[in-house]
């Protein structure tokens, strides 16, 4: 059951991620981070398993406007067998495609900037905090409200309030 507050949060976040000037911000910070990644050039084996976060033991932090920025372009996660789970009881986010993003254009900025190799640790950390506060001061510049919490639990916000169009529940 999800409270009337996080529906009209939901709600109001996939109105705002519609927005064209946040979507221009967005996608500016979003090619930000594509250019410096592709400075760096850091191998990526894609084997998934930073997706798989029960599995990994790692969390994933996202804003409520990037969640809802991603729902409105990331088109229907791929089928999977266990797709009566519950989002949170997965353990997975439900975009993960075999051992590749099933949504990657549309990904959130903390998958965009993590990679597993603990070498590459010290400049992705510095270029997630450099970028997650451009889309902080976004909140205030375009009158949004800001809540940054874990992906799983902010798609299964967006999921129980009904608001997600490509069924993620
Ligand atoms: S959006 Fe893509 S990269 Fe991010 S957790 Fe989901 S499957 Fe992984």
């Known amino acids: 059951?999800?409270?009337?507050?996080?529906?009209?949060?939901?709600?109001?976040?996939?109105?705002?991620?519609?927005?064209?000037?946040?979507?221009?911000?967005?996608?500016?910070?979003?090619?930000?981070?594509?250019?410096?990644?592709?400075?760096?050039?850091?191998?990526?084996?894609?084997?998934?398993?930073?997706?798989?976060?029960?599995?990994?033991?790692?969390?994933?932090?996202?804003?409520?406007?990037?969640?809802?920025?991603?729902?409105?372009?990331?088109?229907?996660?791929?089928?999977?067998?266990d797709r009566s789970l519950p989002i949170l009881a997965s353990g997975a986010c439900p975009w993960l495609d075999g051992r590749l993003c099933g949504a990657r254009s549309a990904r959130p900025l903390g998958c965009r900037t993590f990679f597993c190799d603990p070498r590459h640790a010290a400049w992705s950390t510095g270029l997630l905090e450099r970028l997650h506060a451009r889309i902080r001061s976004m909140h205030e510049e375009f009158g949004v409200v800001y809540r940054y919490g874990e992906w799983l639990r902010m798609l299964s916000l967006f999921a129980d309030a009904g608001s997600t169009r490509r069924g993620t529940s």
């Open 1 to 81: 059951m999800v409270s009337d507050e996080a529906s009209s949060l939901a709600s109001a976040w996939l109105r705002d991620a519609a927005r064209p000037e946040l979507d221009a911000a967005l996608r500016a910070v979003f090619d930000e981070a594509s250019r410096e990644v592709d400075e760096r050039r850091p191998i990526c084996l894609a084997g998934g398993h930073c997706c798989r976060f029960a599995e990994y033991g790692h969390d994933l932090f996202v804003t409520g406007l990037e969640t809802a920025w991603f729902l409105l372009r990331a088109g229907r996660p791929p089928e999977r067998r």
